[in-house]
């Protein structure tokens, strides 16, 4: 009963924190229902800790308010329970469209059909949800892990000791790791001597407390395959404190400002990041769902190809922030891919 309670109390509080972004007139030459405006979609996060993850809700509203929707953005806690509650209070408030941003797929199926059941569009971002009506928007988890890897070889032989970060049950860390179990079978002078990973807020932190742990336990630890960036935080918070920062190499997923910072920090083990622009991906996220609402099809697997990036291109090219990496790194700062002539570019 108390729990009942308080999920309620979650409910409501998210809904009135939840964000909106709203143009009263309709969009010239657009079609139906965006030549009038209003339309409402919801973005329903599951995960919403870290840059990644703020970088891609201000890209989805960018590209909402270009269109003139009425983004209601749901954040997450990491939470299946609250999620799904959030997905049927959108469903509630009806909305046209709703962005699922990663979640657990079997927690998730039942109330998404429910939606698609009421005429409600659903896109998927990073989270396989095995339904044909629903289109799959990731980042090409093949090619990120197999960039990091590749270099990953080149910084260190084909022979070394690895620590590998990793939770399984999200989608893009388990295609990552799909890549990763390929990449051993075909090294065999790669060797995992340690794996942990946990999403236990505050990640990096709870991944440090446990890389601090595999560190001590493992000491011939060369490099690090942590293909998300709150794990490499978390892999190079450790190694800073345990002091062996000089004997390590991270390699690691996704980009931040902040991420660029603690790459480019002088000594620094992170030394190497695959990943698409976030905002991008949520203005990408955003134009499927308005595609789908327009009665267009937006594809059923959307795919944003990633950019390897390592210190010493943010170092030679005296990058400090995501908008010079954009600004040096053209394939970064725009996807060409959920596009049609209505939908006006957000310049992303």
Do not use: C
């Amino acid at each position: 009963m108390i729990d009942k309670l308080f999920r309620s109390f979650a409910i409501a509080a998210s809904l009135a924190a939840s964000l909106s972004v709203h143009a009263a007139t309709g969009l010239a030459n657009a079609p139906a229902p965006f030549d009038r405006g209003g339309v409402k979609i919801a973005l329903v996060n599951y995960l919403s800790t870290g840059d990644f993850f703020q970088a891609y809700e201000a890209g989805a509203q960018k590209q909402a308010k270009a269109l003139g929707i009425d983004l209601r953005i749901y954040e997450g806690r990491q939470d299946a329970t609250q999620q799904r509650d959030q997905i049927q209070q959108a469903i509630n408030v009806g909305v046209s469209a709703i962005i699922v941003n990663h979640g657990l797929p079997e927690s998730l199926k039942d109330v998404v059909q429910t939606a698609l059941d009421k005429g409600i569009k659903v896109v998927a971002f990073d989270v396989d949800l095995a339904n044909p009506k629903v289109p799959q928007i990731e980042q090409s988890d093949h090619d990120l892990a197999t960039l990091l890897l590749n270099q990953a070889v080149k910084d260190n032989g084909a022979a070394f000791n690895a620590a590998y970060v990793y939770v399984a049950g999200f989608a893009p860390l388990d295609r990552r790791d799909a890549v990763w179990q390929s990449f051993k079978a075909a090294h065999p002078g790669v060797k995992e001597v340690a794996r942990f990973g946990t999403v236990d807020n505050p990640i990096a932190q709870s991944v440090a407390n446990q890389a601090g742990a595999a560190y001590r336990a493992h000491p011939d630890v060369r490099v690090v395959f942590a293909p998300y960036d709150e794990f490499a935080r978390g892999a190079k918070l450790a190694a800073d404190e345990a002091g062996i920062a000089s004997k390590l190499r991270i390699y690691s997923a996704d980009i931040s400002t902040a991420d660029i910072e603690a790459i480019r920090a002088p000594g620094s083990p992170w030394v190497a990041t695959a990943a698409t622009n976030p905002a991008v991906v949520g203005a990408v996220s955003v134009r499927a769902a308005a595609l789908l609402v327009a009665g267009q099809d937006p594809g059923h697997r959307i795919e944003v190809k990633p950019t390897l990036i390592t210190r010493d291109d943010l170092v030679k090219n005296d990058i400090h922030n995501v908008a010079e990496l954009g600004a040096k790194f053209g394939a970064f700062r725009r996807a060409d891919v959920v596009r049609a002539a209505w939908i006006p570019d957000a310049n992303d």
